[in-house]
């Protein structure tokens, strides 16, 4: 590790956008002034060259350009019919969103907990949680990192349940050399700006190599449209933006060494800190885009409120599991019914992650997290 003088003080950001728009800025803007040149702002051709670009490189059929990650869920839920008294099986440390689109259908989200290492859906726990009324599982790729889809699929066939990967956070990830979002039955993202892939407003993506399931998608995302004026489903206004496609087309080009140095960055900061915290785990079947670089001590609050003290920014992803939050009351949820859920939530903080940031900016996070561990009595 270079060596850093503790005497300095830094301000980081948490992820800097500001530095990657100014990297490619050439290339965004004139990908977005072809779009105010053209003025085709909805459903322009540059969407369907983003579907197709992002279809490929995620190894499916389908790409469905979409209004967000949300909306990417919502849409393949609908896809799949999901209607009151369904039951679908998902984490519950994750983003409100995995489970609000199920509940926004009138389904019943069933939790499931996650494992204490990659902080995702613990299949063996998943078959106790089955009924007739189950109809698909969301698994959710958490930080960056795919969970142990060839397990999932394995109760998923065995059930004939649908399996929607929420992939809002790992496009670019693989899983057994596949890529995230391209592997079965659904994958879905967000483009959110400060995911590994992110526009400058919303967006998301639907993937699947399911043909039924992608038409309708299609239609559902424009009113339930099959032609103009002509709506065979109830739809939703879930499209991309076509000015949103065009940043996403310039940032695309650059996005596998983003990984690449995400990679790196995420493994330094491991090098650096694993003597002091719980580091992140990443499968030896998995590469993670580290769309957070989360640590875990039962420190966690000082620890954050001494970084922020320091000019280090920390994010918690996610202080309170969903079956905790009053949104989900009515699902008659207790404390300590999902305990790895529960105490991976009062451990957890993220770092600040951006292929962008510095050896030096890293370096200081470093001194900073030891600094303060080394100082206090825990145990890491
Ligand atoms: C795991 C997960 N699911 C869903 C979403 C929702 O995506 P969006 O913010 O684009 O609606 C996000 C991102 O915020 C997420 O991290």
């Known amino acids: 590790m270079a060596s850093f003088n503790l005497g300095n003080r830094m301000k980081l950001n948490f992820i800097d956008l500001k530095r990657q728009y100014l990297q490619y800025k050439s290339e965004i803007d004139r990908e977005i002034s072809e779009v105010l040149d053209t003025t085709q702002f909805i459903m322009g051709s540059k969407v369907a060259e983003l579907e197709r670009m992002l279809a490929d490189y995620a190894g499916v059929h389908y790409g469905i350009g979409v209004s967000s990650g949300t909306d990417a869920l919502l849409l393949a839920l609908m896809a799949y019919e999901v209607k009151p008294g369904d039951e679908i099986l998902c984490p519950p440390f994750t983003f409100v969103a995995t489970a609000e689109v199920v509940s926004l259908l009138g389904a019943r989200p069933v939790f499931v907990d996650i494992d204490e290492k990659m902080y995702n859906i613990n299949p063996s726990l998943m078959e106790d949680k089955i009924t007739r009324r189950t109809k698909g599982i969301i698994p959710v790729s958490l930080y960056g990192q795919v969970a142990d889809m060839d397990q999932i699929r394995g109760v998923a066939q065995k059930h004939d349940l649908f399996v929607i990967e ?83 087309i310039a940032k695309f080009r650059h996005l596998e060494e983003e990984i690449k140095l995400r990679e790196n960055k995420g493994a330094y900061y491991t090098e650096g800190l694993k003597d002091m915290v719980v580091t992140p785990y990443i499968e030896g079947h998995n590469t993670s885009v580290y769309a957070q670089y989360s640590i875990r001590t039962d420190r966690r609050d000082d620890l954050s409120d001494y970084l922020n003290s320091k000019g280090v920014p920390t994010a918690i992803h996610y202080p309170v599991p969903l079956h905790l939050q009053e949104a989900f009351d009515y699902l008659g949820c207790k404390e300590g019914d999902f305990p790895i859920s529960e105490k991976v939530s009062k451990e957890i903080v993220s770092l600040p992650m951006s292929p962008f940031i510095t050896q030096d900016e890293q370096d200081y996070v470093i001194e900073m997290v030891r600094g303060f561990l080394k100082g206090t009595k825990g145990n890491g």
């Open 166 to 248: 929420d992939g809002c956070q790992s496009f670019g990830a693989t899983y057994k050399g596949k890529r995230s979002c391209g592997l079965p039955d659904v994958g879905t993202t967000s483009f959110f700006p400060s995911k590994p892939l992110g526009c400058y407003g919303d967006g998301g993506m639907v993937f699947t190599d399911d043909e039924v399931i992608a038409k309708r998608i299609q239609s559902l995302r424009n009113h339930g449209q099959e032609r103009r004026y002509q709506h065979k489903y109830i739809g939703i206004n879930g499209r991309l933006d076509t000015i949103q496609a065009a940043v996403l």
